[in-house]
Structures are given as C-alpha cells and as structure tokens.
C-alpha cells in the first residue's frame, strides 16, 4: 500500500476553462508505480473549481465558459458583491462543479477515456495561483 | 486490504437518466466480502455523466433529464457544433453532473439511501456503449 | 492503515445552504490521528446535497439558496409533483450539488482551504433529518 500526499500549485490562469492535465501528472512521478489505485485531487478555493472534460477541440473550453456563465449569470441581483461582480458567479459555480476528482490508477497511468483531460475552471477575472492537494493510494507494481 | 479493479461494460442507452444500479451489482460480485470499504466509479467519456437520484417513481428521471436540457439548452449559440446539435450540450450536463462517484462499502453491501439509485444520464441522442472502471478497496470481512 | 466508518445524524435544517463543518468534525474525533489520508461523507438522501463553498460572509449561503433555486425553479412543469412543489427541484439540485465529498487529510485535520466549510444543501421546506456516512482511511501517526 502506497501513499503519496502532496500540494501542487497551478500558475494563474485567466478566466475559463484551462487544460491542465500535463501539470498534474508532471507533478505527480509516483503514479507510474502504481499498478492499481487512485488520485485524488482536491482545489483548496471557493471560485474555482476542477472538471474532467473533452480534451481535444479548443472550442469546447470556450463554450463550457460560455454555458457556465450563462447559467450562474453576473447580472443576477447577489448580496454577496463586496469582492466585484464576478465573485458571487464564481461561488455559485464552484458548487456546480465541485472542487475535487477521483480518477482511477491502473499500470502506472490514470485511467482517462481517450477524450478527458482535466480542466481547472477559473471563475475569476484574475484568480491568481490556485492549490490543489493530491493525494495517491493504491498497491505498488 | 481488497483491491479489485475492473472495467464495466455498458450496453448503449436512450437519451435520459438510466437507472444502472443492478447492472453495476451484477458486475461486481467482490462487493459481498468487503466489511468497510469504498465503490469508486468513473465513466470514460464526456458526453455522459454518472448521478445518484431517486430510484422509485418512473417521472423523475424523465424531469430529469427536461430540467437538465432546460439547464443546458440546444438552442444556445455554440461554437462546437461538429457532431451536432445535442453534442455541446452533452459537454455541459457533463461537467454539471461530473463523471464519477463514490460510494461506501458496509457489511457486504453499497450504503445507498433507501431512495437512492445510480444513473447513466445519457446525453446523446445515440450514445453507444459506454465503460465505466470500477475500483474497490476495503478491509475485507 | 486505518479505517473508520460511522454514519452521522445531522439534526432538521431550515431550507437552504448551512454550514455543518463543526458538527462533522464533532462526531469523527479519531481523524486526529490520521498522519495522511482521506474523509469521504456520503449524503443517503436524492432532495439534499453536500457542497464546499466559501464559509465565512453569511451571504454566500443566502445567494447559493437564491442562485440554485433560480437554477432549478419550482415553476417548471413536472411530473413528479406529488410530494409538493418543491420536491423535484430538490432531486434535480441532488444532482447538480452531488451527495458526496472526498476531503484530504493530512496530519490529524481536514485540507481545507483557509475559506472552505462543509455545507449540508436542504433543498426542501421541511427536510427533516439527514444521514451521512462518514469514511476515514489513511496511514497513521
């Protein structure tokens, strides 16, 4: 039984959905020695949030953006307003997404479908570095 | 400690949320000798999605799915529109639900709620097959 | 490794977004001891939620309420209306919110970030008590 727990910091990113997929397995090197376990990541804000979705068409993050957007709208009438109009939305988004994955191990890689990835949604306008803590358990090969 | 890790098959649904419980139970027959433990599931794909909602009356998971297209709309003015109308769409509900979960392990048997089942929610209007990897870890009993 | 599963008896909420992370705390006093691992809570109801949201300006849980219920509003037309008018939009916001949350642990306390709480989401008028099963595992100190 192995256990890996670790804080990766992803670099600001501007508002949407941005691919980070590449950043979270570079950060992780013990996952290719698991030969059946899972990765748990866990993003440590309240307006952000973390997805899994298509991977390859560009267009898809700008239209998840768009449809987000529309759905947790920054014209509605929020109380909460003191940090910009942007924060209340992002709030509302961060519970439509959730905060964290579990995706499954197997043979030292995780078990994406051909067209995952993983996705940090970036709620705000300027959201700065975000933390996620990942955490590996499962039986080494 | 258990571990089983296996890959579950699904036969191709109709557009809507799909009660899948026994089907994933009959696939998993491991369950029975674990005393505490998990069930995580994780579909491979992003234009469908895995939820846990009520199991009883036929109508809610036909409202379901009505209030879901009414969430995420065909009509909204998408630049994905590649593989049609119902595609982008799915993208969204997929994100919106997320494509895993988690359940407990108690006794030999999943901890559902009384009222609780789990759903394929097929956003496609032809999805096909679709494969979920199911991974189980506990103490066994 | 450890392991520790109880299920915890939240007493009747008001509808709405309510801060529990104390009470969940309260009843699992043996993640103290857990050097690394993780909490899963599973919700076994399909008209409430779990959520992670920011836990600190009595606001936000009063926009998440407004911002769901706007979301998945009582004045669509269901078919599942027997149980009254707010009983479908709850399982559609179940859905939305999701029923569980996996947490890091890490040296005997939750990762939570400096702004994240534990939210039970009643989504009913009156929704009675509520059962979460509580899942510990990791290594110990």
Redesign the interface.
Known sequence: ?T?V?RTIELSPQPRGFQLVTRDILAALPELGKIR???L?L??????AAL????NA?P??P???E???S???PET?D???T?EGPDD?PA??K???????????I?DGGL??????GIYL?EHRNRGGRR?V?A?I???SS
């Open positions: 039984m256990w727990q059946a376990g899972l748990h866990f993003l440590q804000h309240t307006s997805s899994i979705n298509e068409d267009d898809v700008l239209d998840l768009t449809a987000f529309a759905i947790a509605s929020y109380r909460h003191c209340m709030h509302v961060a519970s439509l997404l959730g905060c964290s994955l579990t995706i499954p197997r078990c994406l479908g051909v067209w995952q949604c933390h803590v955490t358990w499962g039986e």
